[in-house]
């Protein structure tokens, strides 16, 4: 086993985090039941903003950033896992108040783990990674609503990683699919991915009135603020909108009008916490509905050498669909 191996820190300077590469041992690590050798780990908008330091998601430094990880057990001291098992890690407020994923070796807590599906390997459990389990979740979450494939569903971010996933499982259950996006040059992306439709993310951020031209179904939002208050607007009587992100901003200066006259719901979407349950059946649907061609359409895998500049690119809405971490490199 390496005695020291590189780590992305999240550090207190004077008071402003900042992260950098470290060599760390195993007795840096957290005193939790399983050792877990990482493979790789997956660039989320969050894992952005605590890489480049726009805001404080440590909230214990030092701390290794990554909020997921896919790797395979090497000890343990739960009867649940144990060495060779293939295992992911999902959110658990790991770069926040617990260790994180990118990292070649991190102890977790045994609660924590889902074994990788048999359908994927560790590269494309973290392909998914969390936003594609966290748009699986929403979909899980409008079903359970009772939103039917009758009618048209809405994706804003959708050339991102929570809205490619979800495009092309919303597809997969036979949705009509309209996919939000201000970028034109992934509109034949997100076709193959199974989108129909398209509409420019500028119209649903500007100012509009409280209840506007029904159109939508149901909705899968990841970027909130205006975005969101307009797609509720939009929503048709007795629909719902699944609410999972904050790209464009965690305002939400809307009114209760499309709540109250046309009984809209707010479906909020919580991958950090969510109880085993929830996960297992989300990873359950990844596994029998995403097409593995889809998935690597929308996969690129980089070293985790990289990712200072690939925080950048995240939070500038320059990045396509997922970006896998290989943090062997």
């Known amino acids: 086993m ?11 300077q004077d ?13 840096d690590l957290p005193d939790n039941d399983v050792l877990v050798e990482v493979a790789f780990s997956s660039l989320n908008y969050k894992d952005g ?4 330091g726009r805001q404080k998601i440590a909230r214990k430094p ?4 990554g909020i997921d990880l896919a790797g395979t057990v090497v000890e343990s001291r739960s009867d649940a896992w144990k060495p060779g098992d293939k295992v992911l890690v999902n959110g658990w407020g790991m770069s926040e108040t617990q260790q994180g994923g990118y990292t070649r070796f991190q102890k977790v807590k045994a609660e924590w783990l889902v074994a990788v599906p048999d359908a994927f390997t560790l590269e494309q459990a973290m392909a998914i990674g969390t936003a594609g389990y966290t748009a699986a979740l929403c979909v899980d979450a409008l079903e359970d609503f009772g939103i039917s494939n009758d009618g048209e569903v809405l994706v804003t971010g959708a050339a991102g990683g929570v809205g490619s996933v979800a495009v092309a499982l919303l597809a997969r259950a036979g949705y009509t699919v309209t996919a939000s996006t201000g970028r034109p040059e992934t509109h034949g992306y997100l076709t193959s991915l199974g989108a129909t439709g398209f509409i420019d993310r500028a119209t649903l951020q500007e100012k509009g009135p409280p209840l506007q031209k029904e159109r939508w179904s149901g909705a899968v939002d990841s970027v909130g603020s205006s975005t969101l208050v307009n797609v509720l607007a939009q929503t048709r009587y007795g629909g719902a909108v699944a609410a999972c992100g904050l790209a464009g901003g965690a305002d939400l200066t809307g009114t209760v009008l499309p709540h109250i006259l046309r009984g809209i719901a707010l479906l909020g979407v919580d991958s950090v916490m969510a109880p085993f349950s929830k996960r297992e059946r989300a990873w359950a649907r990844l596994a029998r509905d995403l097409d593995p061609a889809l ?16 925080a950048e690119q995240i939070l500038a809405g320059q990045i396509r669909g997922r970006v896998v971490i290989d943090v062997t490199r």
């Open 15 to 27: 008071g402003k985090p900042k992260a950098g590469f470290k060599q760390l041992t195993l007795a």
């Open 2 to 12: 390496h005695e020291s191996f590189p780590a992305i820190l999240i550090e207190d």
């Open 49 to 52: 903003l605590a890489v480049s």
């Open 62 to 65: 030092p701390t290794i950033a």
């Open 295 to 310: 998935l690597a359409e929308i996969t690129t895998v980089e070293p985790m050498t990289r990712l200072p500049e690939l």
